[in-house]
């Protein structure tokens, strides 16, 4: 199991923080740690911290991979298509609107994706996928549960096997005194 990135604070304990790491592997690995030791794990939430985009660039797009992409896009509509009518069809003439569905949908999803890609004008020429990334990943406990998730996680990383406890309940208000109809 990796080490929490960096050292507990005042405010990390405010907010409830277990741990925090410097990705997501780690905060997953933390409460697996902890399901494994029969902590009770439905009280705690993995949260990401300063999200940023991260876009891959994956390769060129030029207008040939573009009409082919778009070809491949009809081609499973056309399908679709082709099965909706089939399905109300007797006798072969089925197979032939399945097949016309799919060549017929290829064709203009090759048109649409090479006509998409010449409307930007050169403006992006290549293919990418894009993620939303967390810079850091707290696991945060909720109702109580912080402490005794904290101190489940120390036993775990020391070799003990930990038995967590509910947290205590919290202290009833003292009843207001009778009164008295006068």
């Given at each position: 199991m990796t080490?929490?990135?960096q050292p507990m604070g005042d405010i990390s304990r405010a907010w409830n923080t277990v741990a925090s790491f410097d990705n997501y592997e780690g905060a997953q690995a933390c409460v697996d740690s902890l399901?494994?030791?029969?902590?009770?794990?439905?009280?705690?939430?993995i949260v990401g911290t300063d999200l940023r985009t991260v876009e891959r660039v994956i390769g060129r797009l030029t207008s040939g991979r573009a009409a082919a992409a778009g070809a491949a896009s009809g081609a499973w509509f056309g399908l679709f298509i082709g099965l909706l009518v089939g399905w109300f069809t007797t006798g072969p003439a089925w197979l032939g609107l399945i097949l016309g569905?799919?060549?017929?949908?290829a064709a203009?999803?090759?048109?649409f994706g090479y006509v998409g890609h010449a409307a930007t004008?050169?403006?992006?020429d290549f293919a990418s996928t894009?993620?939303?990334?967390?810079?850091?990943?707290d696991v945060v406990a909720r109702e109580g549960?912080?402490?005794q998730a904290r101190q489940a996680l120390n036993a775990i990383q020391h070799g003990q096997t930990a038995q967590p406890t509910p947290p205590a309940a919290p202290p009833t208000p003292p009843a207001a005194p009778?009164?008295?109809a006068g």
């Open positions: 080490q929490p990135s399901s494994d030791a029969m902590f009770p794990v439905e009280h705690l939430d569905g799919v060549l017929i949908g203009w999803g090759a048109v004008g050169g403006r992006r894009q993620q939303l990334v967390a810079s850091r990943y549960y912080a402490e009778p009164t008295t």
